[in-house]
Each structure stands twice: as C-alpha cells, then as structure tokens.
C-alpha cells in the first residue's frame, strides 16, 4: 500500500512556513523524501530512519514518528526555488531491498 | 558530483515495438532500480536488481519487460513489445550500499518513453 500525503497542494507567499505529512499503514524502516520540479527527475532531499536519526538539507527539516507511522516535512521561511511536487518515499526494510513506495505527492507552489 | 544517467532523453516509438532505455548508474553503487511516472502521477517502482539478478519487482513489470547489466557500467531496461499504456517517465536510480533502505537513492534524469 501507498503512503498518503496530505496536504494534496500548498500554496505559500516567499518566507512563509509550511508542513507536509506522510502516513503509512506499514511499519516503516525509513522515509525518503524527494522533490520534484515539472519535467525533470525527483531530486533527494531527506531520510528518515527508524530510531530518529535524520540525513538532509539546511532549511528543510522532519520529523519520523514510529508510533503513528508518520513523517512530516517542515520548510521554513519558503524561498521560489521550493516550489515543485514533494514525494515521499516509504521503505519497509527488511527483505524489501530498498524499494521505494511513494506517496501521490504535494504540489507546492511559493509565490513573490 | 558523480550522477546518474540516462539516454536517450526522450524516445518515441510505435506500439509493438522493442525499446531499451539505458542507464549508466554512480560508479561505485551496488543497488539499481527502475521507476517510472505516468504524467501527472506518482512515481511508482518496477524492478530492483543487485548482484546481476533482480531482487524484487513489481506487478508492472510482466514478461514484456527485462533488465540486464550488460558491462560493468550499464544498466538497461527492455520492453519487448511496447503498449500505448508503456508511454510514461522512466527513471533510473542507484544507491551504494546493499542491506535495508537506509541509503540514498540517486535519480538519473529519466527518459521519456512515447508510444504512438
């Protein structure tokens, strides 16, 4: 099954925060998130692993809770550069190989 | 920076016929993958492939679809026959080490696949 993402679409002024969520109904051994702008192929951006420990970006932080399954993506004071289509990806771990499942995705759009 | 690859950019063929999408993954890198995005959708797995077999696929990936690492640096993705639903992105990804989901996996720029 596919993680759900939600917020389905954002759209933000330049400096304004924003927060998309992630949800499985698997356990989760880690999430993956990736942008993505139009045309062009999803660009890493953070993990997320089971235990807390997080890899990523300056300006863009998350957060895994294990308990509910759910991760959540924090951009701070949103620059035009945000916008695009934010994916995140859920690995099961285990014997699944690092394969991705991804959510729908979010459309952001930050404006001047 | 080291990055994925792909050619071609963007391919477009007849229904029925034979395409190979190739990929030429981070040097280093023991994991590869193929995904591919309908236009508007997600972005959806199709095959995992370690130690020159594949690990893991997806029920996408039927027998009208192959990979194979021909040398030390290609990784290619075959449609035998395609279908007008093949038309989509298809991106190759890789990651260095094996064991869990706990490492990056690095996107090439993807190759778009129009089937008339």
């Known amino acids: 099954q596919q993680p759900v993402q939600s917020p389905q679409a954002v759209i933000l002024r330049e400096g304004e925060d924003a927060v998309i969520n992630c949800s499985s109904s698997k356990a989760l051994y880690s999430v993956h998130w990736y942008r993505q702008k139009h045309g062009e192929a999803p660009v890493f951006l953070m993990i997320?692993?089971?235990?807390?420990e997080q890899k990523g970006h300056e300006k863009i932080s998350a957060s895994f809770n294990e308990k509910k399954q759910q991760s959540s993506l924090y951009l701070t004071a949103s620059q035009l550069s945000y916008s695009g289509t934010y994916f995140c990806g859920a690995n099961a771990g285990g014997t699944s190989y690092g394969k991705l499942t991804f959510g729908q995705g979010t459309i952001l759009t930050v404006h001047p | 920076e080291p990055e994925v690859t792909q050619t071609p950019s963007h391919q477009v063929t007849q229904m029925g016929q034979e395409v190979i999408l190739r990929c030429v993954p981070i040097?280093?890198?023991?994991?590869f993958y193929w995904y591919r995005q309908i236009l508007g959708q997600k972005v959806e797995f199709l095959v995992s492939?370690?130690?020159?077999?594949?690990s893991e696929k997806s029920e996408i990936f039927d027998d009208q679809f192959s990979v194979e690492r021909p040398d030390g640096s290609n990784f290619t993705l075959k449609i035998r026959s395609t279908k007008l639903e093949d038309s989509a992105m298809y991106f190759c990804?890789?990651?260095?080490?094996w064991g869990g989901g706990t490492d990056t996996q690095y996107f090439g720029p993807g190759t778009r696949l129009t089937v008339l």
């Open positions: 040097s280093n890198h023991l994991y």
């Open positions: 997320l692993l089971k235990g807390g």
């Open positions: 492939f370690y130690n020159n077999e594949i």
């Open positions: 990804a890789s990651r260095p080490l």
